[in-house]
Nanobody, 121 residues
Framework: QVQLVESGGGLVQAGGSLRLSCSAS????????MGWLRQAPGMQRELVASVIFNGGTTTYADSVKGRFSISRDNIRNTVYLQMNRLKAEDTAVYYC??????????????WGRGTQVTVSS
């Protein structure tokens, strides 16, 4: 019905940058919000950033504030996460998550498969 496809992960040295993309496709009526969560081995999954599609209000984890920037493209149903000044502790699998209204007319959660981000120290 609805799927999220992530891209942009990879290996980068500390201090470098990466940009993640997540595109939603399928039978969707509207996207209410999209965001990125990450999980490192042995760590709890945490919300990194999110954006409300209507007004563009953003939320960031304290650990990435000032370094990461989330944005969305309403036409392409895509969210981006620009990650700058990356640190080793940013290493994790990053998952795209979205609250999407479908034909059921309720907001439902959808998940991407995840993309690996590895930052070498």
């Amino acid at each position: 019905q609805v799927q999220l496809v992530e891209s942009g992960g990879g290996l980068v040295q500390a201090g470098g940058s990466l940009r993640l993309s997540c595109s939603a496709s399928g039978n969707l009526f509207s996207i209410e919000l999209m965001g990125w969560l990450r999980q490192a081995p042995g760590m709890q999954r945490e919300l990194v950033a999110s954006v409300i599609f209507n007004g563009g209000t953003t939320t960031y984890a304290d650990s990435v504030k000032g370094r990461f920037s989330i944005s969305r493209d309403n036409i392409r149903n895509t969210v981006y996460l620009q990650m700058n000044r990356l640190k080793a502790e940013d290493t994790a699998v990053y998952y795209c998550n979205a609250q999407i209204r479908t034909s059921r007319n309720i907001a439902e959660p959808f998940w991407g498969r995840g993309t690996q981000v590895t930052v070498s120290s």
